[in-house]
């Protein structure tokens, strides 16, 4: 599934839909850190600050209609809220961020389409075919736009806590997909102390 970040103002009412959640999808999980899709509980003022701070994750916004709600990352969803079609709506906004082209990201004048495996310099119109784990790997740097990731947080979230898989691992991954990649002119990858940040733009 997803990490979630869940607003809302009514204590119960978040806990009793996040155990219910996790009740059908044990593996969701409610990070209010990284998340990669914001579930806000009918507060205006919270949308328009997160739709701000975080203009390329889906928001799915409970009980109250929104004004232009043009975005179309945006669902709205009044309540009362029946499980089985918010999990499905959380299921397709995943799913549409991630694989449909609408999740197509830009950076760099680059552009990842994560369900074609591959990534095209906007410049040039060339095209460079990816491995699921370069895709992979870009998307969570891209989640993380702007800070510098760890390797022991690529192994945990990229490589789901694989035991196997070494510094030099992740290492080889990164220098690859740079050759792949980047130009002379335009970078794509950052490295500082053993971190790696995206360029977004350069």
Not at 7 to 15: E, G, H, L, R, V
Not at 31 to 52: F, T, V
Not at 57 to 81: F, H, S, T
């Amino acid at each position: 599934m997803a990490d979630i970040w869940f607003y809302s103002d009514n204590d119960d009412f978040k806990q009793d839909l996040q155990n219910q959640i996790n009740r059908f999808v044990p593996d969701v999980k409610f990070n209010a850190e990284k998340p990669d899709i914001i579930l806000i509980d009918g507060d205006k003022a919270q949308y328009n600050k997160w739709r701000e701070d975080y203009p390329n994750v889906p928001i799915v916004y409970l009980g109250v209609e929104k004004e232009n709600a043009e975005d179309c990352l945006d669902i709205v969803l009044k309540k009362p809220v029946r499980l089985m079609q918010l999990l499905d709506i959380l299921r397709a906004t995943n799913n549409k961020f991630d694989y449909s082209g609408g999740g197509n990201l830009q950076f760099n004048h680059y552009e990842l389409r994560p369900s074609q495996k591959e990534i095209v310099d906007l410049d040039t119109s060339n095209t460079t075919k990816l491995t699921a784990k370069e895709v992979d790997i870009l998307k969570y740097l891209y989640k993380n736009a702007g800070l510098f990731v760890s390797k022991n947080d690529l192994q945990t979230n990229v490589w789901k806590y694989n035991e196997e898989v070494t510094t030099h691992t992740i290492e080889t991954h990164i220098y690859r997909l740079r050759q792949k990649v980047e130009k002379k002119s335009r970078r794509l990858i950052l490295t500082d102390g053993g971190c790696y940040k995206l360029i977004t733009d350069e």
